[in-house]
């Protein structure tokens, strides 16, 4: 394949946005498509390939738009359909394709095929959920068992998140062919591809235990509609696994998943060993031709700049160089662009059940402010504003990462090697020419780079002593 036959998301780098707290257009503290919409320009500046919006479908938000309560429109929250569709073509005009989030495993307790598969056992919905007599032992992801009584048919019904998410029996062909048409709704008016949640605990069968061998057959499916549209639709998996063969299985034999999220590498940590490690053997474990899919944050974890940096930008900055100079496709979460911290959350501000609320606060965009929002604004970064205006912020550093990457073949499609360096320092060849090397220490480093460094995180010149946690790019000579 010559580049020139690439899909679009290959090398590139994807954005996810949460609606709720990105941009708000009308000043109800909840941010909103409209917001979003006016915000383009800093995303196509900041030059991102594809936006990933949070669930932006109707919910009663006992889990901020992960129980869906209607597949086929817009949270009023959030606006309307039409705005969706003109967030969809005005970023179509600055080349940004938007993605959406697609929550097939449960829907929300108020969905209408819950409403009917709850009403009677010889409801033509009641096998479109897990109903049983007993429950087992499992205990669900929130905490508490995996099932509640229903007191209007004596029965109980499976749900791995929330009693008010009940899942869906995705052994019956019914549900799947649900599914197809809402694939291709989103599909139809343009949508480029889906971010699909907890695709690794899709297919229940029975009930209490995941059916992997199933799963690949949805995925399959799914697959091939996406493949019948041009340019192909990207599904991309929330794929919640911690061994790297498990997570190769996601992509098949390059006929299920495009693009599985990389757990293992959200978690290794900002380690010269751990680190490469993880990037060695996810290379090693996954299908030939497929792409990694990189992120260090999202709507569930702590912020990486908390929960890896200590809230020391020299070491976001390398964080944010590692994660944009590894083959692949790279996710950056909102914020993550400004080194924005975990914020903390007093009790009377918790909205989420889960004690998520504290990354999913407002974007600080610092020139209209969010005069009262939906969660507090963190106070421990600089704005956008501010940032903007400063060369030396983490927001300009990013940026000029990603304009490097973008510009340079090497960065997009050349091939990762790995190179030998000191203890606490890691090193690679992009293609033929270029070097990446982080010291991921306190002290200075010597690291094996001969050429012209194309960026530092800490603006230095140097190819070949960094110092303590300094990052560079280097074309090599
Ligand atoms: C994974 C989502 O990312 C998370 O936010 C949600 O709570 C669960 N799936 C349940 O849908
Ligand atoms: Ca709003």
């Not at 915000?39 to 500046?45: A, S």
Request: negative net charge; charged residues 25%.
């Amino acid at each position: 394949m010559t580049s020139s036959q690439q899909p679009w998301w290959f090398g590139g780098v994807l954005y996810q946005a949460y609606p709720r707290s990105f941009a708000d257009s009308n000043g109800d503290g909840i941010g909103d498509l409209a917001g979003l919409r006016g915000r383009l320009e800093y995303l196509h500046w900041l030059g991102v390939d594809g936006i990933w919006l949070n669930p932006t479908f109707p919910s009663p938000n006992r889990d901020w738009g992960y129980d869906v309560s209607d597949y086929f429109d817009v949270h009023h929250d959030l606006g309307t359909l039409e705005d969706l569709d003109a967030l969809i073509a005005a970023a179509g005009e600055l080349g940004i394709r938007i993605l959406l989030d697609l929550v097939p495993a449960h829907t929300s307790d108020h969905h209408e095929w819950f409403v009917e598969s709850r009403s009677s056992r010889e409801s033509a919905r009641r096998p479109w959920y897990i109903w049983a007599d007993e429950v087992d032992e499992q205990e669900s992801v929130f905490g508490g068992g995996a099932w509640t009584h229903d007191e209007r048919t004596s029965q109980v019904y499976h749900h791995l998140f929330l009693p008010e998410q009940p899942d869906l029996n995705w052994m019956l062909p019914d549900v799947r062919d649900a599914f197809d048409e809402i694939l291709r709704f989103w599909f139809d008016r343009g949508v480029a591809g889906l971010r699909i949640d907890v695709v690794h605990e899709l297919v229940k069968d029975p009930p209490s235990r995941p059916n992997r061998p199933e799963v690949h057959k949805v995925l399959r499916r799914w697959r091939s509609l996406a493949g019948s549209y041009e340019p192909e639709r990207l599904l991309v998996g929330e794929t919640w696994v911690m061994d790297l063969d498990e997570l190769a299985s996601f992509y098949g034999r390059n006929d299920e998943l495009q693009l599985a999220f990389n757990f293992p590498f959200m978690f290794a940590g900002l380690d010269a060993t751990a680190l490469p490690d993880v990037v060695e053997r996810t290379r090693a474990a996954l299908p030939g031709g497929a792409l990694p899919a990189w992120a260090l944050s999202n709507h569930d974890v702590v912020r990486f700049p908390t929960r890896i940096c200590d809230e020391d930008d020299a070491k976001v900055r390398s964080a944010l160089l590692a994660l944009l100079t590894l083959p692949g496709t790279s996710f950056l979460y909102y914020g993550d662009e400004l080194g924005m911290r975990q914020v903390e959350i007093s009790p009377d501000r918790v909205h989420d059940v889960h004690g998520r609320d504290g990354a999913r606060t407002p974007m600080p965009w610092g020139d209209v402010d969010w005069p009262d929002p939906w969660l507090p604004l963190g106070g421990k970064v600089a704005t956008v504003a501010a940032q903007r205006a400063d060369p030396g912020s983490v927001l300009s550093f990013c940026r000029d990462a990603i304009a490097l990457r973008r510009g340079r073949g090497d960065l997009v499609s050349g091939g990762y090697t790995p190179l030998d360096s000191p203890t606490g320092v890691c090193a690679w060849r992009r293609g033929g020419a270029t070097g990446v090397a982080l010291n991921l220490t306190d002290s200075g480093a010597t690291v094996p780079l001969e050429g012209e460094v194309l960026l530092s995180t800490r603006h230095r010149n140097d190819p070949s002593r960094l110092e303590p946690w300094e990052g560079v790019v280097v074309a090599l000579t």
